[in-house]
């Protein structure tokens, strides 16, 4: 099992729709949580972190945080052709010092 | 606004080449990384570093050094470049007691 598990889609939306990527993580002491967004051929960039579980909004991103199932989403509402990338999940594991684990990432096309 | 930069986009070398590829951050940034990406692969970490002077292995440290002399610069160095080490280097930084990572626009490096 990966440390940090994302579909690697692609997952195609329709422009204006919601688009739900997903992220589960093994190790169950992890404690901060981040999604970056990545176009092809540019670096990561970080657009959220969470740490607490729940929900945590910023703008038309959500992160949700689940820790008792392992797992951790991003939202986009009214998707844009600007958002497709690739967006990987990236969690610090307890005793990670100031590692972070990244996912593979899931890649997102928004249709217009 | 944190910056990281990378001392080259595009790099082209030839097999057995000693290779540098420096990082530099302006945000008085303790903690600094190493990353290759690879298709397929995601993003390794090569080499960090907590402090001047300090380094730490990754998953991926064969091949591969490093240096960090002064805060804000951190190199790392391909000994003898083989055309495996062909791919996007991305260095990142992060602050004392901060987990999100800040990536530079990365180097591509071909090795011939």
């Known amino acids: 099992q990966k440390e940090v598990e994302q579909n690697s889609g692609p997952l195609s939306v329709p422009e204006g729709a919601i688009a739900s990527l997903n992220c589960t993580y093994s190790d169950r002491g992890s404690q901060s949580f981040f999604w970056y967004r990545q176009y092809s051929g540019k670096s990561p960039e970080l657009i959220m972190f969470i740490y607490s579980n729940g929900d945590k909004e910023d703008g038309r991103f959500t992160a949700q945080l689940n820790k008792a199932s392992q797992y951790v989403s991003l939202l986009i509402r009214d998707s844009q052709p600007s958002d497709s990338a690739t967006y990987l999940c990236?969690?610090?594991?307890?005793?990670?010092?100031?590692?972070?684990?990244f996912g593979g990432g899931t890649r997102l096309m928004v249709k217009p | 606004d944190v910056k990281v930069t990378q001392s080259s986009r595009y790099l082209v070398k030839r097999t057995g080449e000693k290779v540098f590829l420096e990082c530099v951050q302006d945000?008085?940034?303790?903690?600094m990384f190493w990353y290759r990406q690879d298709p397929g692969l995601g993003l390794r970490l090569i080499y960090f570093?907590?402090?001047?002077?300090?380094?730490e292995k990754g998953d991926i440290p064969e091949g591969y050094s490093v240096s960090r002399e002064k805060k804000e610069r951190f190199s790392l160095i391909l000994e003898s470049a083989s055309t495996n080490q062909t791919s996007m280097y991305l260095c990142a930084s992060s602050g004392r007691d901060r987990d999100e990572q800040y990536f530079g626009p990365g180097t591509r490096l071909t090795v011939t």
């Open positions: 570093s907590y402090d001047v002077k300090m380094k």
């Open positions: 990236a969690v610090k594991k307890d005793n990670a010092g100031n590692m972070l684990t």
């Open positions: 945000m008085d940034h303790e903690n």
